[in-house]
């Protein structure tokens, strides 16, 4: 016969919904509530039990954020303050309720889609040199409870990976700030964590690093196998020796401008297209510079 399944999770159906099932099925995507769902909900729950929620209009908005886009949460927080606070007395204000209630955790969950969510809005807000917006998801995280050692190693990639030497000291800045919260521990610790999220943030950005690191990664897959020349090779024996190694090496450091411009890739290699081409920005301005006064004088010793 024909059957036909109904599920609901509270996971990202991508990863774990099984791919024969999840082909064969229609996925709606149920979002959180606006504050305006949340609002009829409580209107609903006044409906149902007769009275007003004993809240005061600052009561009532802190209220609908504590939900945070929860309808289960907003139904429950109303209850709550429903069957605790009894008909007839002074409305709460904010303080109260925060009191009779407590705080409602925030909806995240580290191991699941909204740690993944939010670690990727936390670091595409810093390559985007934001730093208001990086504070504001490095803070989400720190107070859904996320491992800080987690960030700190998140950060460091960052120095890394979008930084990299347009500002050299980004990565000492995170290893410093992971030192310093390993010494400190919480919540004083976070703050050292903070300044690297704001110095990264606002840091000259560069993928130069990456991107040469995966260029030069297909090159050495491609040729792995092809001998370094031998004359940057040393000739510890004889044998070695009468083979050339290391015959007509030029010592840089005794060449005019401590540069031989030599060739160091094997022989069998074709020189290719730089794999590292620092940008116009940060630290890197000046390594471009450097790197075409040597490519100037390689090019010249050539000749």
């Known amino acids: 016969g ?14 774990e919904i099984n791919a024969a ?8 995507t149920l979002n959180r509530l606006d504050d305006a769902a949340l609002e009829d909900l409580a209107k609903r729950a006044e409906a149902e039990e007769g009275r007003p929620l004993p809240l005061d209009a600052d009561a009532r908005d802190a209220l609908i954020s504590m939900a945070d886009g929860d309808g289960r949460a907003i139904i429950n927080l ?7 606070v009894k008909p007839g007395a002074k409305p709460l204000d904010r303080a109260a309720l925060v009191k009779l209630v407590q705080r409602r955790a925030p909806l995240y ?4 889609e909204g740690h993944y969510n939010l670690i990727s809005a936390l670091h595409k807000s810093v390559r985007g040199s934001d730093p208001d917006a990086a504070l504001y998801y490095f803070c989400r995280m720190l107070d859904g409870g996320e491992d800080r050692l ?3 190693r998140r950060l460091v990639r960052m120095a890394v990976e979008d930084i990299g030497l347009a500002d050299p000291q980004a990565l000492v800045v995170c290893n410093a700030a992971k030192d310093a919260f390993d010494f400190l521990g919480s919540p004083e610790g976070e703050l050292a964590l903070s300044e690297a999220v704001i110095y990264l943030a606002t840091a000259p950005k560069s993928n130069a690093n990456y991107v040469a690191y995966k260029a030069a990664m297909r090159a050495a897959k491609e040729h792995g196998s092809l001998s370094p020349p031998k004359v940057i090779l040393n000739a510890p024996t004889k044998l070695m020796e009468d083979e050339g190694y290391g015959d007509g090496y030029l010592y840089d450091h005794d060449q005019p401008d401590a540069f031989s411009g030599q060739n160091y890739f094997p022989d069998e290699f074709t020189r290719r297209p730089k794999y590292y081409d620092p940008p116009e920005r940060g630290f890197e301005r000046e390594l471009g510079k450097r790197l075409a006064y040597w490519d ?5 010793r050539s000749d």
């Not at 099932?21 to 709606?28: E, M």
């Not at 109303?78 to 605790?84: C, G, N, P, Q």
């Not at 100037?296 to 010249?300: E, N």
Request: no cysteine.
């Open 2 to 15: 024909t059957i036909t399944l109904v599920g609901a999770t509270t996971e990202n159906p991508s990863f």
């Open 21 to 28: 099932v999840l082909s064969r099925a229609s996925v709606l």
């Open 78 to 84: 109303a209850d709550e303050v429903l069957s605790t």
């Open 109 to 112: 969950d580290k191991s699941r």
């Open 150 to 152: 987690f960030l700190a």
């Open 296 to 300: 100037g004088l390689r090019k010249k």
